[in-house]
């Protein structure tokens, strides 16, 4: 069984949420911040309030790569792991391509020197700040979590022009699907930076983004992970939705997505 809800709001708000809750399934609430360093700044300090037991992955204690050689599948880091599932469009002229890097090489730790990208960046915006993990235009990238954690919140740069999806496995075998394209639009300059929070009653397992732009991606960064202290407090965020599109359901080889 499948229970699709939606709700459509004008333009983009600064904090969206959408919170669901199905019989013997896991309560969710999503939050994606405005576009901007400011705004998206903001939503980490509020999603950070909810929480304890964090653990955070800045992915400073990583050599950014500097060609093809050091991409990998699978990077592994204190808060979970990051797969390559499957890899963008490999044409030469592709920025995944430049700079000695491959579209179909894995994944890559980055920064702003070596990264062949524009509009993708560190978050937060501070000096200290100098990598981040980059997607490399995968049309499927997995991020599986090292813990039974309730709560994972990341900042994402440049996904509003990619679209698809990004589906959320929990412990009790749920999924929740959030529409990327109705969450970032497709029409702000690329570069926009955002702040996803998720948390649920039950323990999330691991996040799968599915893109529909082959040569097109992301940049990932700050990923944290925790415990949301008490389910009830899912019950008590009222902060509204705009543009997101959540499905529920039991996960089910015979379901349709």
Do not use: H
């Not at 963008?88 to 002229?93: K, M």
């Not at 929070?197 to 732009?213: E, H, K, P, Q, R």
């Amino acid at each position: 069984m499948k229970l699709a809800l939606a709700k459509q709001l004008t333009g983009i708000a600064l904090a969206s949420a959408f919170s669901v809750s199905v019989a013997n399934a896991a309560m969710i609430d999503v939050t994606v911040s405005g576009p901007g360093v400011t705004e998206a700044e903001a939503a980490e300090t509020d999603f950070l309030a909810f929480l304890k037991d964090t653990t955070t992955e800045t992915f400073e204690g990583f050599t950014a790569a500097t060609g093809s050689a050091d991409q990998t599948t699978t990077i592994n880091t204190s808060v979970g792991d990051f797969t390559q599932l499957q890899p963008g469009g490999d044409y030469p002229s592709e920025s995944c391509n430049d700079g000695g890097f491959s579209c179909a090489g894995g994944l890559a730790i980055l920064n702003s020197d070596t990264s062949p990208f524009s509009g993708r960046y560190p978050m937060p915006a501070d000096g200290e700040n100098q990598n981040w993990l980059d997607s490399m235009d995968s049309q499927q990238m997995k991020f599986s979590l090292a813990g039974m954690y309730t709560a994972v919140g990341f900042y994402l740069t440049d996904p509003n022009d990619v679209g698809g999806i990004m589906n959320i496995l929990f412990a009790d075998q749920t999924e929740g699907t959030l529409d990327l394209g109705a969450v970032f639009d497709p029409s702000l300059a690329s570069g926009s930076a955002f702040y996803v929070g998720i948390m649920s009653d039950v323990a999330i397992s691991s996040l799968t983004f599915y893109t529909n732009d082959e040569n097109d991606g992301f940049g990932i960064d700050n990923v944290t992970v925790g415990t949301v202290p008490e389910p009830g407090t899912l019950a008590l965020l009222g902060l509204g939705l705009v543009g997101m599109g959540v499905m529920k359901r039991r996960k089910s080889s015979d379901t349709a997505c």
